[in-house]
């Protein structure tokens, strides 16, 4: 089962308490809990902060200029990606498209490397298989020829052309 959780963030005082993060579950009247599959979690945006993952997060929603972004020091992706966002969005429309066409750029010249390397692999599959498919053909044609069948009763038993079959018993010699 999947958790459930509400966050709800405050630029008020919510709780009477001085913490800025707080969680909550259902209990009944004796303090036995309902479940451990829905919390509620309670952020108030103003009260003092600590160093935690949640902390950047606040950071994060009460900054107002891109120094204040760049004051916020973090290793966890989501908020990483978050602030690269929100600095986007804030470029002028040029810088923005400039960026956007970069980013797009990336993409395809990312796709680009897949595909290549895809075709490789299967252009190194197709080979190998031909290369195996060769040498079992070689091998056949020399036990034939060990047991004295000339190159026509061989190219009509295994169903090549006469051609083929003089060109690979040249790579037998």
Same mark, same amino acid.
């Given at each position: 089962?999947?958790?459930?959780r509400?966050?709800?963030?405050s630029?008020?005082?919510?709780?009477?308490?001085?913490?800025? %993060?707080?969680?909550?579950?259902?209990?009944?009247?004796k303090g036995? !809990?309902?479940?451990? =599959?829905?919390?509620?979690?309670?952020?108030?945006?103003?009260? +003092?902060?600590?160093d935690? +993952?949640?902390?950047?997060?606040?950071r994060?929603?009460?900054?107002?200029?891109?120094?204040?972004?760049?004051?916020?020091?973090?290793?966890n /992706?989501?908020l990483?990606?978050?602030?690269?966002e929100?600095?986007?969005?804030?470029?002028?429309?040029?810088?923005? =498209?400039?960026? +956007?066409?970069? =980013?797009?750029e990336?993409?395809?010249?990312?796709?680009?490397?897949?595909?290549?390397?895809?075709?490789?692999?299967?252009?190194?599959i197709?080979?190998g298989? !031909?290369?195996?498919?060769?040498?079992?053909?070689?091998?056949?044609i020399?036990?034939?020829?060990?047991?004295?069948q000339?190159?026509?009763?061989i190219?009509? !038993?295994?169903?090549? /052309?006469?051609? %083929?079959?003089?060109?690979?018993?040249?790579?037998?010699?």
């Amino acid at each position: 089962m999947t958790i459930r959780r509400s966050i709800s963030s405050s630029r008020f005082r919510f709780t009477g308490n001085d913490e800025y %993060h707080t969680d909550y579950r259902l209990r009944d009247r004796k303090g036995r !809990d309902f479940t451990d =599959l829905f919390e509620i979690h309670i952020i108030e945006l103003q009260k +003092e902060l600590d160093d935690t +993952e949640v902390a950047d997060w606040v950071r994060f929603f009460n900054a107002e200029t891109k120094e204040e972004l760049d004051m916020i020091k973090t290793q966890n /992706p989501g908020l990483l990606e978050a602030i690269r966002e929100v600095k986007m969005m804030s470029l002028s429309k040029r810088m923005r =498209l400039r960026y +956007e066409a970069h =980013l797009k750029e990336v993409r395809d010249r990312k796709a680009r490397e897949d595909y290549v390397r895809e075709e490789g692999l299967q252009d190194g599959i197709r080979q190998g298989i !031909d290369q195996g498919a060769e040498q079992k053909l070689l091998s056949q044609i020399e036990r034939k020829l060990a047991a004295g069948q000339t190159e026509e009763q061989i190219a009509e !038993d295994l169903l090549e /052309p006469l051609d %083929h079959i003089r060109e690979l018993r040249k790579k037998i010699k």
